[in-house]
């Protein structure tokens, strides 16, 4: 397919920033809402003006992008705005919950309905999630209605064991609202295809499957597709004697694919399909600092990602030790002087570099997990920290993995930013999460993070209530015995506590 560029002098205006060099064979840099794009092709400089991808930035603005070949126009469908503040109340600050979820995470940007939602079942894996949008209406979260089902898998979801009896019959061709649909039943079942798309319905009586797909056919234009941006996709309708349930399947690789799935009317699923968005992430996944290093660290968090970047990498373990680990394990010891480098030249002197080698001594692959803002120490930014690292223990080696936490200072000098005091403790493995965060188990604590600016900053004085549906609700009150702040928590089966709204 050829590229189709847009003239952003000329055309319609977009949230787009151009960071354009004072020399024309200078790169020029795409961001989109702040956030720096790399299209397949880079924007270039045509006779004076900017020109840059028109699917690269439509996608990243939310739009769906298609290319009529018939009439030689490219179609753009954009109804729903994709800034955080556009997100329903209950999913604008989800994104922090996907940490160690390394697929993209989608959301509706639009729900059904008003009422009191909360999110619950709300489960995650390395490539794969899922969680439920219920309406409380004041009730318990197990009576809840069910708004909406999340998901994403690396399979689509599977068909209704009564699709194979529905349609294994011959199929008849009819006109439904100018569309050309199978018919299968006498109109019990009907599917038919719109681009990459498959349409199902499946009804509990003759001519009910017809009704469900002219339902779709309404709801959503010609030539749209349900999801903007997807690939290829399924959507399912079903009337089997209980409400009616709308389910819809897509992928936007071919690897993962994602789920929605509920008991809302037809035209209120197309419209949440419509409005599906990729959720802002807190805590992004960045290119490390190691192997290559900065010139000059210029904030205190830089320093301290520069420093354990360095550590993922290094290793010193003897002999027997790496053969226990199988094999090679990161770049050896040459990672630890760079580390030993993002000191400061007070600390470096008080410990030499051969001192802070051999405090490594049977650990490899540091990788930091977790890092907070934690007030001040004598003037200096304070920040805690939550590693995981690999150790061999043991006369005969065994590799393992252990959890640490602590607390580290870091100063601005002349150099750059660089640390200047910390230290690593173990977390208690015999904890019930496994001594994995296990700040992670106390409500109060998890309420604190969530709500506060840093690990320690004052919020007031924490007040605990069970609720009836298995919640609780943690509020920070005043000297004067007024709440400033309140969040409301789950904990799930793996003991962990999880914020389902707070303010």
Known sequence: MRKKWLGIA????????????????????????????????PPQLVNGRTMVPLRWVAE??????????????????SSYPVNKGSLPRVLENLGAWFEGVEIPVYVPAYL????????????????????????RDGGPVSLAEEVVSVEAAQQPFPPYPSEAQVFSATPETVEVDGRQVASYNSGTGAKWRQGDWEFVTIGGGLGEGLTLARAIIRSLPENV??????????????????????????????????TLDGRSSVEEMVKMLQSIVRLPREGTPQARYYPQIPKKITSPEMALQAYFDALFYAANLTPAQMAAAGGTVGMGEEPYRTAHGYWSKEWQAAHPYEEFLASWQGTAHVELLRLLPAGEEAGQPRFFVEVQTLEAVGEKPRLGVFYYWGFFTVTETAAGWRLTGGDLEPENLGWKLGGHQPWRGDPVAVAHVKVGSSIDSPLGEPVTQNNADGTVTVSFVDAAGQEVHQAVLVQTKDGIWRVLTWR
């Not at 000329?10 to 790399?38: M, W």
């Open 112 to 135: 059904p309905g008003g009422g009191d939602l909360a999110v619950t079942e709300f489960r995650t894996t390395k490539d794969g999630y899922s969680f439920k949008v219920v309406r």
């Open 225 to 258: 597709s349900p999801v903007p941006g997807a690939a290829q996709g399924k959507l399912r309708a079903s009337r089997l004697g209980n409400p009616l349930h709308v389910t819809a399947g897509w992928t936007y690789d071919g690897r993962t694919w994602y």
């Open 60 to 77: 990243a603005l939310g739009a769906d992008v298609q290319w009529d070949a018939a009439n030689r126009a490219v179609v753009v469908n």
């Open 10 to 41: 000329s055309a319609f205006a977009l949230a787009v920033i151009l960071a354009v060099s004072a020399k024309a064979d200078d790169p020029i840099r795409l961001y989109v809402n702040g956030r720096e794009i790399q299209p397949e092709v």
